[in-house]
Every structure is written in C-alpha cells, then in structure tokens.
Nanobody
Framework: QLQLMESGGGLVQPGGSLRLSCAAS????????IGWFRQVPGKEREGVSC????????NYGDSVKGRFTISKDNAKNTVYLQMNSLRPEDTAVYYC???????????????????WGPGAQVTVSP
C-alpha cells in the first residue's frame, strides 16, 4: 500500500523559496500520477500542480504558474514542489496525493485522488 509523507514546509519571507518533498513508501511512484494541493481553513482545497506517472506531463494552477515547479526523482521515489517568489497568499497547508488512474490534467482537479499525505504547513510572512 502506497504511503505519502510531505516535508520541507516552514516559515519564509515574501519573495523567498521553499522546496516541498513528497516521499513515497510501500510502492513505486512509477504507477501513480502525483498532485500537490493546498488548503486554507474555511476555503476549498486548491489544485496546485500535478505530474504524470511517466513524469512527462506537468500542469499548474493559474495562481502558481511561472513560480512553482513540480519534478520527480524515480530513484528516490519522491516528488518535489519547488516554490519560488512566494507570496503571503501562498500560505496554506500543502498536501500531496496520488492516483493510479486518470491523467494529470489542467486545471488540476482537487478531488478524486486515492491516497493523501498528512500535509505540511507553509507560512509566508515578513
């Protein structure tokens, strides 16, 4: 059974960078599309980015295009989200999720993902 764990969250100043990691165990990510999502209390979950199981297809939400980059390291069984030019409005709990069906599509769907990590807090503040 695939399990996911996010890491790399924290506090950063506006304009700064963070790299989130989504480490998988129990199975290889080669069989799964991976998505990154974020949620602020009281608001709907937002699809941030996704990468296909092959790694060849990536998509981004409009609010992060040009600032965030998703990538995959098959040897480490890990997906990364590099976040640059961070803004206070990027503050949220970030989750990664996996699904062995469907596609990595645009816009990134926020629902219908099979497995979720526990989340990592990202706070962008002076």
């Amino acid at each position: 059974q695939l399990q996911l764990m996010e890491s790399g969250g924290g506090l950063v100043q506006p304009g700064g960078s963070l790299r989130l990691s989504c480490a998988a165990s129990g199975s290889t990510l080669n069989y799964y599309h991976i998505g990154w999502f974020r949620q602020v209390p009281g608001k709907e979950r937002e699809g941030v980015s996704c990468i296909s199981s092959s790694g060849f297809i990536t998509n981004y939400g409009d609010s992060v295009k040009g600032r965030f980059t998703i990538s995959k390291d098959n040897a480490k069984n890990t997906v990364y989200l590099q976040m640059n030019s961070l803004r206070p409005e990027d503050t949220a709990v970030y989750y990664c999720a996996a699904r062995p069906y469907g596609v990595c599509e645009s816009p990134v769907p926020a629902d219908d993902w099979a497995l979720w990590g526990p989340g990592a807090q990202v706070t962008v503040s002076p």
